[in-house]
């Protein structure tokens, strides 16, 4: 990883005190819990909010860094209701970690570094985490994560204008899924919904928690798109689709009277009353995952493609038809 990993001095360190925070708020919060990780991401986001948070620059002056570290401990500690901690494991743990970091250069400004390579011409590909609908802002709050993992934050997180950005690709399952806690209005609780989880293998990364999962939303997909602005889509796992009957698309939502087409309500208490508008589609059987063009897919599955495509009027541009990093279709343009 020596010279093509670097961290930005910017960014904040998360410690084991922001993890445990984080595990004892979601648990208090009994029926209204988040389903957090567990891992300090929002508990980390909170000290830096307050203005009270490490970063990893910090770092860099040691004797500093500790005197940081103890007011950061005694004011987090506050905060969070939080009597006892460790202080000199961690201590330890983060010299170590830090003398990782010194030895190989790894602490830059990302800002500067992604510059100089715009300046000299380099593609250059920014990959974000999570999805539209778990963005603290545009998401189904307050069962969101805790930054903004959509198109705004190529910006703040790296520093560069918007008029950098040329394209953006939607990634988008061929179903959907969601891990934790949250209104999900295609959930499938039958034969189906295990059919997709156990097919697609669907668990959480980070925690190991299964995924819920459900028929694709594309009133989310839309929407989505809108507020990213993408040119683009890559539809992946279309194979876990393979054995279904029939194949249901979600084109909107029903509330009362009210229709919601392309957006998303703004209130979860809004949010949890609508239900999905649905249209049909038939299944196919054939395995896909040899599939190397889009001619040689089931006529069914050039079906599902193409409602995609005409409902967002976008074209998908990649299909993933299996597990393997080359089970993969390029697809040019609209079909």
Request: glycine share 10%; with cysteine.
């Amino acid at each position: 990883y020596s010279g093509r990993m670097f961290l930005s001095a910017r960014a904040h360190l998360v410690t084991k005190l922001h993890k445990i925070a984080d595990q004892q708020a979601d648990a208090k919060k009994g029926s209204g819990k988040i389903g957090t990780t567990g891992k300090g991401i929002g508990t980390t986001y909170a000290t830096k909010a307050l203005r009270i948070g490490l970063r990893i620059g910090d770092l860099l002056d040691w004797d500093k860094f500790l005197e940081k570290y103890n007011t950061f401990v005694d004011r987090a500690s506050e905060f969070f209701g939080i009597t006892e901690y460790d202080r000199d494991t961690e201590i330890e743990e983060l010299k170590g970690y830090r003398d990782i970091l010194m030895a190989n250069n790894m602490i830059i400004n990302t800002a500067t570094f992604i510059h100089k390579a715009i300046g000299e011409g380099k593609k250059i590909m920014a990959e974000g985490a999570n999805a539209l609908m778990l963005d603290i802002d545009f998401g189904t709050y307050p069962f969101v994560t805790s930054s903004n993992p959509s198109i705004g934050s190529i910006c703040t997180g790296l520093g560069v204008p918007p008029q950098t950005i040329d394209t953006c690709v939607g990634i988008v399952k061929a179903y959907t899924t969601r891990v934790g806690e949250g209104y999900f209005p295609t959930y499938l609780s039958d034969e189906d919904g295990q059919h997709l989880q156990k097919v697609g293998v669907e668990f959480g990364t980070t925690t190991g928690r299964p995924r819920r999962c459900g028929w694709l939303d594309l009133n989310v997909v839309q929407y989505a798109s809108m507020i990213n602005g993408c040119s683009s889509i890559n539809l992946t796992k279309l194979d876990v689709l393979t054995g279904l009957k029939t194949l249901k698309i979600c084109v909107g939502y029903q509330m009362g009277d009210q229709e919601f087409r392309g957006e998303i309500p703004p209130t979860i208490e809004d949010f949890e009353k609508c239900t999905p508008i649905y249209e049909t589609l038939p299944g196919f059987d054939e395995d896909i995952s040899k599939a190397t063009t889009f001619e040689e897919l089931p006529d069914t599955a050039k079906e599902y493609i193409r409602f995609i495509e005409n409902y967002l009027q976008i074209p998908i541009t990649w299909v993933g038809v299996g597990a393997g990093r080359d089970e993969i279709i390029r697809k040019e343009g609209f079909i």
